[in-house]
């Protein structure tokens, strides 16, 4: 293994690990995953059935893109058919099974500027995600406060439930596309309803700091119906805080 690469491995997992934690109550037992790109033709995912909160050198298995990318405009296959798919990615056939959420993890790890994936269940998230479709609106679409800005991004993309797996990764690739058109620039977090949350970025920095602020989001936003319900910042607003070079410069000296 090379230094760099070891060096994404230590890093993704401590990224897991913090993402586990059982206080944070982002993800418990199987929940979520965790990606990083490797090169141009690999990346490094949790396997199916492992823990983030203790995940394992040996859990992260080494997967190619040209194997798993074909999926996200293949007709509907069987379960079977999507077994066989992960199983051939592998560079190493001795690897575990990688998890069934891979597909979305090579679509998002393709895109420019994204080199780390988190996909978590959040408690809070996932109490507004599954309230309906006028609260997930709300809450992605719009922003409360500047910091939520900074480490989200300016509005975050909001996919309907549909089945876990090439389904799903089919539907956040179309998602994403038309944000990406509409934006002009990748989000940082991918809002999944009745389902959880997913966080890019170019760091595993960046992948932490979207999901926790987004986790804490979601806090006062519950917090703040008991009130009337939180108010969002004006569209100006959003976009002056989105646009302002001293909110730059510290997202770049906090890696976000
Ligand atoms: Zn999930």
Redesign the pocket.
């Known amino acids: 293994m090379s230094l760099v690469t070891a060096d994404k491995l230590a890093s993704l997992l401590k990224l897991s690990h913090d993402l586990g934690r059982e206080d944070r109550g982002l993800a418990m037992l199987g929940?979520?995953?965790t990606s990083c790109r490797v090169d141009a033709d690999t990346f490094l995912v949790k396997a199916s059935g492992s823990s983030l909160a203790n995940l394992q050198e040996n859990q992260l298995v080494a997967c190619r893109f040209s194997a798993l990318l074909p999926l996200l405009r293949a007709e509907p296959m069987t379960d079977a058919e999507v077994e066989k798919a992960l199983l051939e990615s592998r560079v190493d056939p001795t690897q575990p099974k990688p998890s069934v959420?891979a597909v979305f993890h090579a679509y998002f790890l393709s895109l420019p500027g994204i080199d780390v994936v988190g996909?978590?269940?959040p408690v809070a998230v996932n109490s507004i995600l599954c309230a309906g479709e006028a609260a997930s609106i709300k809450f992605a679409h719009e922003r409360r406060f500047p910091d939520e800005i900074v480490c989200c991004g300016a509005k975050s993309v909001l996919v309907p439930y549909v089945d876990?797996g090439t389904i799903l990764a089919q539907k956040i690739m179309l998602e994403t596309d038309q944000f990406i058109t509409a934006e002009n620039r990748p989000p940082r977090v991918i809002l999944?309803q009745n389902?959880?949350l997913i966080a890019i970025g170019a760091t595993t920095g960046s992948v932490l700091a979207a999901t926790l602020m987004a986790e804490k989001t979601a806090r006062i936003f519950l917090g703040s119906a008991t009130l009337g319900g939180a108010v969002g910042l004006t569209p100006q607003n959003v976009a002056r805080i989105d646009s302002r070079p001293d909110e730059h410069y510290r997202q770049k000296m906090l890696k976000l």
């Open positions: 929940e979520g995953n959420e996909h978590t269940h876990p999944l389902h959880g």
